[in-house]
Structures are given as structure tokens and as C-alpha cells.
Nanobody, 118 residues
Framework: VQLQASGGGLVQTGGSLRLSCAAS????????MGWYRQIPGKQRELVAA???????NYADSVKGRFTISRENAKNTVYLQMNSLKPDDTAVYYC?????????????WGQGTQVTVSS
């Protein structure tokens, strides 16, 4: 199972970006999906998560500005980021809890850079 993330880039303060992450492979099912971010020298932190049923959870720092959603038929998770701030600058990673061949595995995308200029 592979996760392919896209949608990062450079944006000014107050701007918006939409990240996408699609899972590909065969004979798998996905439970929770999420987005994390990491700044060099710091631990990766949870930004937002969504269950297969659509329940969501957000870091306090992004509540009201970011929205996570998913299309189960496409095995894809999205992160709509509005009112971006320089503190949102990081590499963003998507994450999925996958059932594959009877095993539970955690998959990560390759990371996409988000840079917010002041």
C-alpha cells in the first residue's frame, strides 16, 4: 500500500492550500487517516485526523482554519488549509491505518512542503 501526497507549495500569510493524499495498492481497507507536520529538529505532530465514519480531530493550533475530509471510494484524504500563518510552515505527511492481508499497518506518504511567507 502506498500513499501519494500532493498540493504543497508557497503561499502568503492568510492564503489557502489544499493537500491531497491517495492510497494505492490492492486488497486493503483503510480505517483512520490523518495529516501530520514536522519542522526540522522537532517531533512530528498531529494536525488532523478522520475516522472511516467521518469523525474528526484537530490540533488546537489549526482548529477553525483547517478542515480534513476524505473520499472513501477513492481512498483519498484531503486537508483544506485556510488563513495560513508562517507557523504553519512545515513538511506535511499523510498517514493511514490500513488492514492488509490480515495485518494492521501504518502507512506514511512521502511528505509535501508547505511554506507560508510573512
Amino acid at each position: 500500500v502506498q500513499l501519494q501526497a500532493s498540493g504543497g507549495g508557497l503561499v502568503q500569510t492568510g492564503g489557502s492550500l489544499r493537500l491531497s493524499c491517495a492510497a494505492s495498492g490492492s486488497s486493503f481497507s483503510i480505517n483512520d487517516m490523518g495529516w501530520y507536520r514536522q519542522i526540522p529538529g522537532k517531533q512530528r505532530e498531529l494536525v488532523a485526523a478522520i475516522t472511516s465514519g467521518g469523525s474528526t480531530n484537530y490540533a488546537d493550533s489549526v482548529k477553525g482554519r483547517f478542515t480534513i475530509s476524505r473520499e472513501n471510494a477513492k481512498n483519498t484524504v484531503y486537508l483544506q488549509m485556510n488563513s495560513l500563518k508562517p507557523d504553519d510552515t512545515a513538511v506535511y505527511y499523510c498517514n493511514a491505518h490500513v488492514w492488509y492481508s490480515g495485518s494492521h499497518i501504518i502507512c506514511w506518504g512521502q511528505g509535501t512542503q508547505v511554506t507560508v511567507s510573512s
